[in-house]
């Protein structure tokens, strides 16, 4: 157990619809990354939040957002649904002193499903 | 920005027998390079890191390589189990526009028979 939480665990949804997904970091952890994980493009990076502030982005589609809260929570927003967004989404935590070779820890992810 | 290029994409070994994951990465800069484990529905779980200091690290039966001026990094697992049955996925610390990230290699699906 990485000790990052992620909900829910599966989710099933219609396309044009709106999801959001939630993670909790490891205790003490004040960097959060959001990742894709598809059959064809294996994981990728979506953003990172660190200590509620946005710290970089990668390859992200303006229809999805996300935030990191106070108490270090984030969610990912995932809006206009498509059947191509279907996949695994893992959130990762890092405690973010190290800025360039800090350890990331997975989630146990979130599958969505777009029906 | 950075590119991370996995060989092979299966692998299928005998119980005690050594693998070997192979990695090339683009980015020069980049010194950070990570090694994960993922069983089917489990998120990935680190199992070993290296940084550009360091040319080897040895964690009991894993052990990881880092060649800087060829750019390319290995895993080497040896007297494999089949609890070793995984997909393994290299990755390296891209600088880039989106500094912090990993860049992932497509992964490696790993087969130990008994």
């Known amino acids: 157990d990485s000790g990052v939480t992620q909900t829910p665990k599966h989710l099933i949804t219609a396309t044009g619809q709106r999801v959001t997904l939630r993670c909790s970091p490891r205790?003490?952890?004040?960097?959060v990354y959001w990742y894709q994980q598809s059959l064809d493009q294996g994981l990728q990076f979506l953003i990172q939040y660190y200590n509620g502030e946005e710290r970089a982005k990668g390859n992200i589609l303006e229809r999805f957002s996300a935030q990191q809260f106070p108490d270090l929570h984030s969610e990912l927003n995932l809006s206009s649904l498509e059947l191509g967004d279907s996949a695994l989404y893992f959130c990762a935590s890092s405690d973010g002193l190290a800025r360039n070779t800090d350890t990331q820890y997975f989630g146990p992810g979130t599958r969505l499903t777009v029906l | 920005g950075e590119n991370v290029e996995q060989h092979p994409s299966t692998l299928s070994v005998q119980e005690g027998d050594s693998a070997v994951i192979k990695c090339t990465y683009s980015d020069s800069a980049s010194n950070y390079f990570p090694w994960y484990k993922q069983e089917l529905g489990k998120g990935p779980q680190l199992i070993i890191d290296?940084?550009?200091?360091?040319g080897e690290k040895k964690d009991q039966r894993i052990a990881v390589t880092l060649n800087k001026t060829a750019k390319h990094f290995s895993l080497h697992i040896t007297e494999t189990q089949p609890e070793d049955s995984a997909v393994y996925f290299c990755a390296a610390r891209s600088y880039g526009g989106s500094q912090g990230n990993l860049i992932f290699g497509k992964g490696t699906k790993l087969s130990v028979k008994p």
């Open positions: 290296i940084r550009s200091n360091v």
């Open positions: 205790s003490g952890d004040l960097s």
